[in-house]
């Protein structure tokens, strides 16, 4: 398992929901979150290590020895979200890439845990923000998509780089092509979802 980068296919899949929590499944998440602490993040979305799946993890602390502030989503939803908030984001699939982002500052989320019971937080601050960040990967949304016109210009080189270098990777071998990449999502989905 490893981290996917921009403009990786499975980056725009927009998942299913997760039929059943199972002990694969719990192996998954264990590895999910051994990748985003050596990468340093907060989040990590399915998406992001290639699984189309509706699920992700989070510690807002973003340290392993931070273990009660490890959390599991599965099959996230929003019952609500209020006000509006600016702050900085990156995520692990864009490496180096930071811009202002906005977003609701107040949710309430839904999702199942890796025990399989329903959970309901209210969060706001940096928690909301993390949450909504990678509820945006599993629709296939990355935080590129949620900038101004003039945020998203001050990224447009960079994200030619980070196409350019993609493609040209794929047409060395060294990464599957689109359509094998689709082939794998499509198995991995009638399997789970
Ligand atoms: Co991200």
Same mark, same amino acid.
């Given at each position: @398992? ?8 499975? *980056? ?12 694969? *499944?719990?192996? /998954?998440?264990?590895? @999910?979150? $051994?990748? @985003?602490?050596?990468?340093? %993040?907060? %989040? ?23 273990? $009660? /502030? +490890? ?5 996230? #939803?929003? *019952?609500?979200?209020?006000? @509006? ?10 490496? &180096? ?7 609701? =500052? ?9 025990? &399989?019971? =329903? ?5 706001? &601050? *940096? ?20 900038? /101004? ?7 447009? +080189? ?13 047409? #060395?071998? =060294? ?8 082939? #794998? ?7 789970? /979802?």
């Amino acid at each position: @398992m490893r981290i996917v980068h921009y403009p990786h296919p499975t *980056l725009r899949h927009v998942s299913k929901d997760l039929r059943l929590v199972d002990a694969d *499944l719990r192996k /998954t998440v264990a590895e @999910m979150f $051994e990748l @985003m602490y050596e990468a340093r %993040g907060v %989040g990590l979305a399915a998406n992001q290590v290639d699984l189309p799946y509706r699920l992700f993890i989070a510690n807002p602390e973003g340290e392993p020895d931070s273990k $009660e /502030t +490890e959390f599991v989503f599965i099959n996230p #939803r929003f *019952l609500e979200r209020k006000g @509006m908030a600016e702050a900085e984001e990156g995520c692990l699939s864009l490496p &180096g890439l930071y811009a202002q982002v906005k977003r609701p =500052e107040q949710v309430v989320i839904n999702a199942y845990n890796l025990a &399989g019971e =329903e959970i309901k937080y209210e969060l706001d &601050g *940096l928690f909301a923000r993390i949450v909504q960040h990678e509820c945006d990967h599993l629709d296939g949304v990355l935080f590129i998509d949620r900038l /101004t016109p003039t945020g998203r210009m001050a990224l447009s +080189e960079s994200l030619a780089e980070f196409e350019l270098d993609f493609r040209s990777h794929q047409d #060395r071998g =060294e990464l599957p092509s689109d359509d094998e990449i689709a082939a #794998r999502l499509n198995e991995l989905e009638l399997a789970r /979802t």
